[in-house]
């Protein structure tokens, strides 16, 4: 995820099923896994100059770890690490999962889901990252992957998704659910499904 992206209309649907979905699973934690890319800010031209913007503004609007503080129950945690080395963060999600209260949700955040065919890229998580980290949670634990959409042709992109999501976990399709607004964000979905 990319720090200018953070608290846009997406974010709105992300936290709602989140939270839904925590008190529905009667969760204790939610540990986010946030992909972090740096951003690269533009200026502002004041009269004809150009600024850097003030590194409080951007801290105030775009600084992820805010969503800590938005309810005291769950407990929210953020991942915050940079993602530059994929071995090292499947490794370090891992280890926050053996550390974290259970049961809870695992919140994958890329800027962009799962692995296209092709080429995929630090924008997407791996199938094989998947299933590891599946294999990894407890009993009562639910994974939740953030899903943008895969075309902009119209064409349908979230069955697909789904069932490759499905095939990645070896389960069922019908065992994945899928969270939204479609009212809010029409391109993007939540998948997920409780071990």
Not at 100 to 123: A, M, N
Not at 156 to 184: M, N, T
Request: aromatic share 10%.
């Amino acid at each position: 995820m990319r720090e200018k992206w953070y608290g846009d209309a997406r974010d709105l649907v992300k936290w709602g099923v989140l939270l839904t979905l925590a008190e529905y699973y009667g969760v204790k934690q939610i540990l986010q896994v946030a992909y972090l890319r740096s951003t690269t800010w533009e200026n502002v031209e004041i009269d004809g100059e150009f600024k850097p913007i003030p590194h409080c503004v951007i801290k105030h609007f775009r600084d992820i770890q805010n969503v800590e503080k938005l309810v005291g129950e769950p407990r929210i945690q953020v991942l915050d690490l940079r993602f530059e080395d994929r071995a090292l963060y499947e490794e370090t999600i891992i280890k926050s999962v053996g550390e974290s209260q259970h049961p809870c949700i695992l919140f994958l955040d890329p800027d962009t889901g799962l692995e296209p065919q092709g080429q995929p890229s630090y924008e997407h998580v791996l199938e094989k990252e998947l299933s590891n980290v599946w294999g990894n949670l407890y009993k009562g634990d639910v994974l939740v992957l953030y899903q943008h959409q895969t075309n902009r042709n119209g064409q349908p992109w979230i069955e697909q998704k789904h069932a490759q999501f499905a095939k990645a976990l070896s389960v069922a399709f019908d065992q994945v659910k899928i969270g939204r607004s479609l009212k809010i964000a029409r391109d993007v979905v939540l998948l997920y499904c409780s071990k």
